[in-house]
DNA sequence: TCAAAAGTGTTATGAGTACACCCATGC
DNA sequence: GCATGGGTGTACTCATAACACTTTTGA
């Protein structure tokens, strides 16, 4: 084993592009670099930590994310490795991402929780970010939109029962322009992914409205016969 | 920058996945572990090595395939990154691969070259392969299909001017069924990426076939409208 | 004149898109 | 009874998919 200790080597970390739903506005969590031996102090910058040797890229990402933010993923999957030699002032290191989506209840419990160090932000009012940060943000942000249009992953940012115009909001949201209701529901119901809970939600005084769960099965089947940007 | 050096590191290494048409078969490129002194003595393998400390992942896998193998690469993108901890039994190595094309000429030139320590194995006549590569040429395979769908990537595994039929090929080789001409024709002349040189090239005794070239611009141009799975 | 590959058009089907009104409720 | 969001159907357009014959060449 000695011959793989012979030359220099990089560091590595982790990094986890997160997004999460509030007051209708798609938000990214974001840490602020406490430590001042370190660069980009005081700057905001994408939760994330070097790895750990024991373990998988994808575990040490979600594990790190709990730490240091308290926040449970619903969703996850490898965004990209970015490895450019100036990326971080300290030397070499290597960072490979990952996106992930939250669910409302856990956006708002840690936001007191962790309030001073944590923070959500809205995706199109970032501050700038630590290192390449808002370059990765840029190709999570991407990846989430092109993704949404293949695969009903959105569904990672309801909560466990939601209704049609709730999940309408979320696609308009993210996709950042208007969906025609009529449409958005025929082509939700033909996916067979929604199932009606028999229970509605009366909120002001309107008409009240169905409240929907997904099929845990099926979500699974569309996730794995949509497109597959990644895929082991 | 000391205090980057205060913990072990993974070592890290890029590997390329490989496409090159011959025969009409679909083959990715393999090189055989010659030194005895590391994992799978004697084993096929996906070209790849150690990165650099001061390059470029991208950068780093192209001249290292080079380097080993003497391939240029028409087109080449970021994979995924592999990192479970036992995928090498030196200790943790985090491998970055990348998905490359290769075109005819350039599969045949150093075929013969290097033929004792690099080869071409059709994809679905593969042998056992070092580390945790099979499982990455699945990957790069799927993605390679996937990625057909949606772009004209697959120009980027012909020669500089080439038939209608022989784009229909590939399209069929790499997809795994066939496609109907009229159909197909009228796919390609509806993006218009395909130029006519005028020339036609004759081969046996049959009707000679117009050769197209691609027109470089609105190449980039499908590449970057089309869907996005790795992106910068 | 024949064998072999090149080339060409039409129809049917399904998905996406545009569009406007009635329904149920709480106040 | 009215304001507010929930819920529904139809017509058009366009992309895809199925399908068969004529053309050009060299031998």
Redesign the interface.
């Known amino acids: 084993?000695s011959?793989?200790y012979e030359?220099?080597?990089?560091?590595?970390t982790v990094d986890a592009v997160v997004f999460g739903l509030s007051d209708q506005v798609l938000k990214i969590l974001l840490m602020r670099r406490a430590k001042l031996?370190?660069p980009y102090p005081g700057a905001w910058a994408l939760p994330g930590g070097?790895?750990d040797?024991?373990?998988?890229?994808e575990e040490t990402a979600r594990q790190t994310l709990k730490k240091k933010t308290g926040v449970d993923l619903s969703w996850m999957e490898?965004l990209?490795?970015?490895?450019?030699?100036d990326r971080d002032p300290?030397?070499?290191?290597?960072s490979?991402s990952f996106l992930g989506l939250v669910r409302p209840s856990d956006v708002r419990a840690h936001a007191t929780e962790h309030a001073s160090e944590v923070t959500w932000r809205p995706v199109d009012d970032l501050p700038d970010l630590a290192f390449d940060h808002t370059?990765i943000v840029g190709?999570g942000l991407?990846?989430l939109r092109?993704k949404l249009r293949w695969q009903p992953v959105g569904l990672g940012l309801l909560p466990p029962t939601f209704t049609l115009s709730d999940l309408q909001q979320l696609y308009e949201v993210i996709g950042g322009h208007p969906l025609d209701k009529r449409n958005f529901r025929r082509k939700v119901h033909s996916l067979n992914v929604l199932v009606p809970t028999g229970v509605k939600r009366r909120q002001g005084q309107h008409r009240p409205a169905e409240l929907y769960r997904y099929d845990e099965t099926r979500y699974q089947q569309l996730l794995e016969q949509g497109?597959?940007?990644?895929?082991?």
Do not use: C, N, S
């Open positions: 084993m011959h793989t030359y220099p080597r990089a560091a590595h031996d370190q070097f790895i040797l024991e373990q998988d890229l490898q990209y490795t970015f490895g450019q030699p300290r030397g070499r290191v290597i490979t370059k190709v991407h990846r092109t497109l597959d940007f990644e895929l082991v």
